[in-house]
């Protein structure tokens, strides 16, 4: 009679098992919290290393974000849904003049927030992402960048 018992079992932690890696699936396809309400500072942008003094952030309001790009500061609208990210880049309305190392940053950041159509958050920090999952920025919360410059 122990002969029938181990199927039984085998079937049984088979099923836990698809149970456990569905769900595992279902967590890994919830979309990212909403991004209105929160603040951002860039932290990296791949492959270039930020000038010294140098800050970029984005603080995204209910349809509007502000963004402060190095240069200048300018809003302009967006549409944040279910990880999807869309960003239409308006002119900003005073340019100011930078200096070189700080206008490039400003550039290769704006290119990376217009070409970003998805967005994830791992481990407290905002990822844009391009079409092929590709990171085109990482940003962390306003508050954590700040701390962290007045820590000893």
């Known amino acids: 009679m122990s002969r029938p018992r181990a199927p039984f ?4 932690v088979a099923g836990f098992a698809v149970i456990g890696s569905s769900g595992e699936r279902a967590r890994a396809a919830e979309p990212p919290p909403p991004l209105a309400g929160t603040a951002w500072v860039l932290a990296e942008l791949p492959g ?16 509007r974000v502000a963004i402060q790009d190095g240069c200048n ?16 880049l308006e002119n900003p309305t005073l340019m100011m003049d930078c200096p070189p190392e700080r206008t490039e940053m400003a550039h290769v950041f704006l290119t990376a927030l ?39």
Do not use: C, M, N, W
């Open 114 to 152: 217009e070409g970003a159509r998805s967005y994830r958050i791992e481990g407290g920090r905002l990822q844009l992402l391009a079409t092929g999952s590709d990171v085109l920025a990482t940003l962390v919360p306003q508050a954590a960048k700040a701390h962290a410059a007045t820590s000893p």
């Open 9 to 12: 079992v085998a079937v049984v």
């Open 73 to 88: 500061h300018f809003k302009t609208p967006y549409r944040a849904e279910g990880g999807s990210l869309e960003v239409v």
């Open 48 to 63: 270039r290393t930020l000038p010294a003094g140098a800050s970029a952030t984005l603080r995204f309001e209910r349809e």
